[in-house]
T-cell receptor, first 112, second 115 residues
Framework: KQEVTQIPAALSVPEGENLVLNCSFT??????LQWFRQDPGKGLTSLLL?????REQTSGRLNASLDKSSGRSTLYIAASQPGDSATYLC???????????FGKGTKLSVIP | ETGVTQSPTHLIKTRGQQVTLRCSSQ?????VSWYQQALGQGPQFIFQ???????GRGNFPPRFSGLQFPNYSSELNVNALELDDSALYLC??????????????FGPGTRLTVL
């Protein structure tokens, strides 16, 4: 059974700082890993999708990496802004199981 | 292109009642999944539908049931509501058949409160 863990649970940084969010998963046999953003009480916004054959994906100030052998993914946010404040969730799509298994998320606060 | 939409936005029910939540998939998407997100937790997979057939189910009791229609819209039905059913219910759709890598797109969710 796939388990996904996100550390830290919460993070507070000053505006302009670069930061890294961590995600680990127990079963390396994944189809892909997806990073989402969730604003309070809202749905999920897809940020980046990394296929199992890829090592990283980039979109603007965001860069996500995937290391299947170690069961880890990171989301790097450059030059953080107050508008980046939200909860960030990672989710693994497992081989043979089409569901997404989510971590509990990291709540990010960017202080102006 | 219209994204995933869900209705209603909020819903309040009492224990023992039944509820139906609705989801319209993103245009052209034929796979829909439902998730339950309790406060402070990550979403938990309920079930998935592909071309009107249930394609997978998470660890939820049979009182959670669903439907997918020919236009790929979907319903989630919950019978005999319990207090622990209070959560944000999320619908996600994807373009590819479930056995392929595919990106899932989520709707805004329905907030269900059971009193």
């Amino acid at each position: 059974k796939q388990e996904v863990t996100q550390i830290p649970a919460a993070l507070s940084v000053p505006e302009g700082e670069n930061l890294v969010l961590n995600c680990s998963f127990t079963d390396s046999a994944i189809y892909n890993l997806q990073w989402f953003r969730q604003d309070p009480g809202k749905g999920l916004t897809s940020l980046l999708l990394i296929q199992s054959s890829q090592r990283e994906q980039t979109s603007g100030r965001l860069n996500a990496s995937l290391d299947k052998s170690s069961g880890r993914s990171t989301l790097y946010i450059a030059a953080s802004q107050p508008g980046d404040s939200a909860t960030y969730l990672c989710a693994a799509s497992g081989a043979g199981s089409y569901q997404l298994t989510f971590g509990k998320g990291t709540k990010l606060s960017v202080i102006p | 292109e219209t994204g995933v939409t869900q209705s209603p936005t909020h819903l309040i029910k009492t224990r023992g009642q039944q509820v139906t939540l609705r989801c319209s998939s993103q245009s052209g998407h034929n796979t829909v999944s439902w998730y339950q997100q309790a406060l402070g937790q990550g979403p938990q997979f309920i079930f998935q539908y592909y071309r009107e057939e249930e394609n997978g189910r998470g660890n939820f009791p049979p009182r959670f049931s669903g439907l997918q229609f020919p236009n790929y819209s979907s319903e989630l039905n919950v019978n005999a509501l319990e207090l622990d059913d209070s959560a944000l219910y999320l619908c996600a759709s994807s373009l590819s058949p479930p056995w392929r890598d595919n990106e899932q797109f989520f709707g805004p969710g329905t907030r269900l409160t059971v009193l």
